[in-house]
């Protein structure tokens, strides 16, 4: 077990250019998270697939925003034509659902820090 | 609306003595309850789940207690040490999947 990690740790870019964020969560864990967070102020949901199938998007989940799952293991998440108020740390997590109910601690990475110029 | 709050900005407790969060919900039936420490520039870090048909957990200096009726759960940790001081979140969550995170107490144990 070698916990969640995210790459990379931080990212600057200036404001419209398109970043990706990768995210390796624990082996045998099923289910993959992404949040974003900001300076004082708690991680919000962003949207969480079950193995290879997302299964909910927040409504901050703009359509300048996608993720992808593609084999069940690793995720990605994409910001197209970044804006200032993507300045966040973007998180990702991982569990195990049991019986098909998200009813088990989340794992986190240590996030991507990203800084729009 | 769904709301999630977490008491006061900061609590600053002398080393030895019991740091009491809370974390008050409104318009939310959760199926249970999560407490994490996040130190700065790091991730949330689980420490302890309890759900809506338990009353208290413990776990070596920590407990939590969960009160459906008053919704709300409060989060101790007793003989606290300066090594203690981050902020402390609580989320909560149904069965659907998603967490949903209060904004966090940040505690600090002076020595």
């Known amino acids: ?30 289910r993959l998270y992404w949040y974003r967070q900001t300076l004082g102020q708690g991680p919000e949901f962003l949207t969480y697939f079950q193995n290879e199938a997302q299964l909910e998007k927040s409504r901050l989940l703009s359509d300048r925003f996608s993720a992808e ?5 690793f995720s990605t998440l994409e910001i197209q034509r970044t804006e200032q108020g993507d300045s966040a740390m973007y998180l990702c997590a991982s569990s195990s659902a049991v019986g098909g109910k998200g009813n088990q601690p989340q794992h986190f990475g240590d996030g991507t820090r990203l800084s729009i110029l | 609306s769904q709301k999630i709050e977490q008491n006061s900005e900061a609590l600053n407790i002398q080393e030895g003595k019991t740091a009491t969060l809370t974390c008050n919900y409104t318009n939310y039936s959760p199926a249970y309850l ?31 207690t969960f009160d459906t009726t008053l919704k709300q759960s409060l989060f101790h940790i007793t003989a606290s040490q ?5 902020t402390y979140l609580c989320a ?4 659907a999947g998603k967490s949903t995170f209060g904004d966090g107490t940040t ?5």
Not at chain 2, 92 to 95: F, I
Not at chain 2, 107 to 111: D, G, M, N, R, Y
């Open chain 1, 69 to 73: 799952r593609p084999k069940g293991s």
């Open chain 2, 92 to 95: 909560l969550d149904t069965n």
């Open chain 2, 107 to 111: 505690l600090t144990v002076k020595p």
């Open chain 2, 82 to 86: 300066p090594a203690d001081s981050a």
């Open chain 1, 1 to 30: 077990d070698t916990g969640v990690s995210q790459d990379p740790r931080h990212k600057i870019t200036k404001r419209g250019q398109n970043v990706t964020f990768r995210c390796d969560p624990i082996s045998e864990h099923n």
């Open chain 2, 34 to 64: 999560q407490w994490y420490r996040q130190d700065p520039g790091r991730g949330p870090v689980f420490l302890l789940l309890i759900r809506e048909n338990e009353k208290e957990k413990r776990k070596e200096r920590l407990k939590v």
